[in-house]
């Protein structure tokens, strides 16, 4: 990470990986993906827990 903080990628958007960089290509970045993830993490329940 400090690597990437010293010396950042000229494009706005960047994906790396171990020092790699990706290409934004890959399914594991599909917008609707993503947006299926969030729709999905937002049913689920949600544990509320009180300090004692």
Excluded at 12 to 18: E, G, I, N, W
Excluded at 36 to 50: H, I, M, Q, Y
């Amino acid at each position: 990470m400090s690597g990437l903080l010293d010396a950042p990628p000229l494009q706005p958007l960047t994906a790396v990986d171990r020092g790699r960089t990706v290409p934004l290509t890959l399914r594991t970045f599909d917008p609707a993906d993503g947006r299926r993830l969030v729709r999905l993490t937002g049913e689920l329940p949600v544990s509320r827990r009180t300090a004692r």
